[in-house]
T-cell receptor, first 112, second 109 residues
C-alpha cells in the first residue's frame, strides 16, 4: 500500500463549487504539505503543517484553506473554486528536521 | 531573484552522453539540499541528497558549493529511462522545502 495517498485522483468541477482534497499518510510523519503544480511554474507551496496544532501559509494560500484532522490526515479546501485553480495538486510529508519529503500521487483538478 | 533557479532546458542528449545540470540558491541559511526526479504527470521522487563533500550514486554525482550557493547534478552514460524533469530542492530550518522549476532531460536512441 502507498505511504501517502490522495483522494480523489481526478476531479472536474464547476466555478463556485466547494471542493475538498484529502491526504492520508501511514509514514508516521509529523509534517505535511500541500503544493500545486502548473506547467512551467514548478511546485508552489500552498499550506504546511508541522504538527496537528500547527498551520502555516505558503506562497499561494489565497483561495485555499486546510484542516489537519489528525497526524495522518491533512485536507485542502477550495471554498469557491475558480478556473485558474485548475492544476495538479500534491500532498507531501516529512519527518522533523531537514529531511526529504515524500509525495502522494497527486490530484488532477479541473475547474470549468 | 527566485530562491532556487535552474536552467529549464530542455536538454536533448543521445544515449551514453554525459549531462550536467546546475542550480543556484539565494538563501545562505539553506541547510539541506536534494535532487528530485519527476516523470510526466507523476509525483516527484527523491533522486539523491547532496552533501558538501559531494556524493555519488551509480551514474549520478551531486556536488554542493556553499560559498557559491551552487548545486550540480552529473549524469554519466545517459539511459533512455533517465528522461524526466530534475528538480533542485533546498531546505532551511523551520520551513518547507523550496523547489526549483526543474530541468527537463530527454535522452534519445
Amino acid at each position: 500500500d502507498a505511504d501517502v495517498t490522495q483522494t480523489p485522483r481526478n476531479r472536474i468541477t464547476k466555478t463556485g463549487k466547494r471542493i475538498m482534497l484529502e491526504c492520508s499518510q501511514t509514514k508516521g510523519h509529523d509534517r505535511m504539505y500541500w503544493y500545486r503544480q502548473d506547467p512551467g511554474l514548478g511546485l508552489q507551496l500552498i499550506y504546511y503543517s508541522f504538527d496537528v496544532k500547527d498551520i502555516n501559509k505558503g506562497e499561494i494560500s489565497d483561495g485555499y484553506s486546510v484542516s489537519r484532522q489528525a497526524q495522518a490526515k491533512f485536507s485542502l479546501s477550495l471554498e469557491s473554486a475558480i478556473p485558474n485553480q485548475t492544476a495538479l495538486y500534491f500532498c507531501a510529508t516529512s519527518d522533523q528536521g531537514l529531511s526529504e519529503q515524500f509525495f502522494g500521487p497527486g490530484t488532477r483538478l479541473t475547474v470549468l | 531573484r527566485k530562491e532556487v533557479e535552474q536552467d529549464p532546458g530542455p536538454f536533448n542528449v543521445p544515449e551514453g552522453a554525459t549531462v550536467a545540470f546546475n542550480c543556484t540558491y539565494s538563501n545562505s541559511a539553506s541547510q539541506s539540499f536534494f535532487w528530485y526526479r519527476q516523470d510526466c504527470r507523476k509525483e516527484p521522487k527523491l533522486l539523491m541528497s547532496v552533501y558538501s563533500s559531494g556524493n555519488e550514486d551509480g551514474r549520478f554525482t551531486a556536488q554542493l558549493n556553499r560559498a557559491s550557493q551552487y548545486i550540480s547534478l552529473l549524469i554519466r552514460d545517459s539511459k533512455l529511462s533517465d528522461s524526466a524533469t530534475y528538480l533542485c530542492v533546498v531546505n532551511q530550518a523551520g520551513t518547507a522545502l523550496i523547489f526549483g522549476k526543474g530541468t527537463t532531460l530527454s535522452v534519445s536512441s
